[in-house]
């Protein structure tokens, strides 16, 4: 982590996002070569040995650059000291977290199979976050911090708002995407014979509810490193704390007191990065003397409106495609004695088998893509740069 934090801050990006594959073809690696001869030890092994080539890839890019590891701590240093005063309140909300798993783990304990559906649709829900919100964040920090150390608040704001409407642009229709496709996208990631019909509706409705704060859960990392760049970090972690809290208590109601299944506890998650997402811009925005002018609100009701339209087309598109859907609105033409015509099958698809899925997930989403994409463009969403430039490139 220090390697990795000394290449980002000089804005090397590329090794650090490619040495986490290294730790899981690591694990992966030796778990299929040694697991029939070692059983568990092997991917415990294969953690240590993935942990290694993690470090060892980044060292000589690292070392290129002028860092040399002193094998010393001297607290009379005012950086080490600096250091020690900014990582304190990080250490108190990584506590508290620890807390908060295992109120999790308590919580989702109490429903049957609970845990299983949370941690997939946890896992689900984490794939946007991860490639466009931590993506952004990591690659905004250097920037801001230069901004900020440099007092020029002005483009500290600008780069702050861009980061911010960027992270909406790609982050708010992913979470329309999972929450609609929730059926397919669960089935093709986890559907087996180990993970049935049930167990697959349950996921989905997990992933639905976490999908309700994904956008949220993408911009916390980001204003939490603004935070970072201006040299506060207790700011971002009393936030942390206190949304914690709400995240219990709400958990504690919709679980214990009202009884409802475990995609309540996602749904308390979901609430509570909202919370903390509205607190954090709010202080941040006191902080820095407000965001007149770079379009923060505009961006984000202008994507909230392409997400929704597209959400919406893909709802309806997977419900006309669906064919287990018409076979239950149309399950009365049995009882008369009468069956569907023949060139039913040439609209619709069976999603039973995995091919068709495949197919309708892909045609959904695609449409769904296009919608939104028309849509930006109708409403003029300046990130839509983003794919245009993408495009571009692929055709260059």
Known sequence: YVVTASLESNQRFLLPAVAPLFY????????????????????????????????????PLVFSLG????????????????????????????????????????????????????????????????????SIAKASLPQLAKQAAAQDMQSFKSTFASSFKEILFLVLPAG?????????????????????WEDTVQTGYVLSAFAVGIFAYALILLLNRA????????????????????????????????????WALALSYAIAAIVQIILLLTFLRKKVGGFGGLGIGISFFKTLFASSVSGSVMFFLLK???????????????????????????????????????YITLVVALVGLLVYIFFAWLLRVEELKIITRVLRRIGQ
């Not at 760049?229 to 009202?258: E, R």
């Open 24 to 59: 899981n073809l690591g694990i992966i690696g030796t778990t299929l070569l040694l697991a029939p001869q070692i059983g568990l030890y092997a991917p415990v092994l294969g953690a240590v040995l993935g942990s290694i080539l993690h470090l060892s890839i980044q060292l």
């Open 67 to 134: 860092f040399r590891p002193v094998f010393g701590l001297d607290f009379r240093d005012g950086a080490v000291r600096k250091m020690v005063k900014l990582a304190a309140p990080k250490v108190l909300e990584l506590s508290f977290l620890q807390v908060k798993r295992l109120t999790d783990l308590f919580f989702a304990s109490l429903v049957a199979g609970g845990l299983t559906y949370f941690k997939f649709g946890d896992s689900l829900a984490a794939l946007p976050v991860g490639l466009f919100g931590i």
């Open 176 to 196: 329309f995407f999972l929450a609609v496709l929730r059926i397919p996208v669960v089935r093709l990631a986890f559907g087996g014979r180990q993970f049935d």
């Open 227 to 262: 935070f970072y760049a201006l040299q506060d970090t207790a700011t971002p972690v009393k936030i942390s704390i206190a949304s914690i809290f709400v995240n219990v208590c709400l958990a504690l109601l919709l679980i214990v007191g009202l009884g409802l299944p475990i």
């Open 320 to 358: 006309v495609l669906d064919r287990s859907v018409w076979d239950k609105k149309l399950s009365f033409l049995g009882s008369l004695g009468l069956g569907l015509p023949t060139t039913f099958d040439r609209f619709i698809l069976d999603t039973r088998y995995t091919t068709n899925l495949i």
